[in-house]
């Protein structure tokens, strides 16, 4: 394995940097196959399994990340004891649900704030959303803040507002110059000032997007911490290639250190905008999601064999 950790940090924009070689990542990921069960097998969708596009409407799924989902989701059902099986998205769950459309899965979306279980053959429209009761005055709010900033900026063309229960995101991808587009965007927010709510937010930022979420309800490192407790998983995969991915990277670092836990953290760099932090907390970087679903799918075939 290449111990990037070891080497010079990886820059922005610049460089691409090394990545670890197929063989590597492979035998890392099965190898978790040989530590005591259940593993806990956690991803992320956009730049993860789903190449990012312009326009987040137009994001597909690669089609064999889906099918490996779909052999690690009948596993994970008929072996509870050996595999757990979760998408964890900045997406609302539904959403995600609706791209991926793969049942027998948990679908947690909101980076962790909602989520539910599709069930076999169910149409992921259908997928039942939980959201923590605590979570609903953040609700109204959130719609209130996404309308008064896409309307003091004009609803440009460059602005997509995903209003997704008690959070909002600003899509900014579209925008010919991003750093003018966030000082625009925290200016609005700044000019609206507290009828728009935002003070009730925490401020994230992500590749091309700024969301403002409830305070104190976390992001995906909280999340991976209440799914560990309730699965209690022997070993851990994570998959993911933003900020917020980072964060559960960490989470898994520490528990490796603190109680022993095993746990493999990959990173899918994306073009030239993977934030260093997601780098840096990651175990191994692959080039793409097409990798992302070809490492999915070579767990999935040496689980199938020895889960038989
Ligand atoms: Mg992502």
Redesign the pocket.
Known sequence: MTDRRAGPPVPRCAHPPAFDSWRDVRRRVISLLDEPPPLLVVT?????LAPITLDPLATRIVPAARRALRVLARLSADRPDRLRLVVLS?RAALDVAGRVRVGRLEYLGNHGLEGGRLPWRARAEHLVVHIDPSLQPFVEPAERLGSAVAERLGRPDWLFVETKGPSVAFHFRQAPDAAEAVRRLDAAIAAIGDASGRQAFERFEGRKVIEFRPPAAGGKGAALERLLERERPESVLLL???RS?AEAFRVLARERAQRGLTGLAIAVHGATETPPEVVEAADMLLPAPLDAAAVLSALASAAARRFA
């Open positions: 992320d969708f956009d730049g993860t900045g993911g290639d933003d991915d």
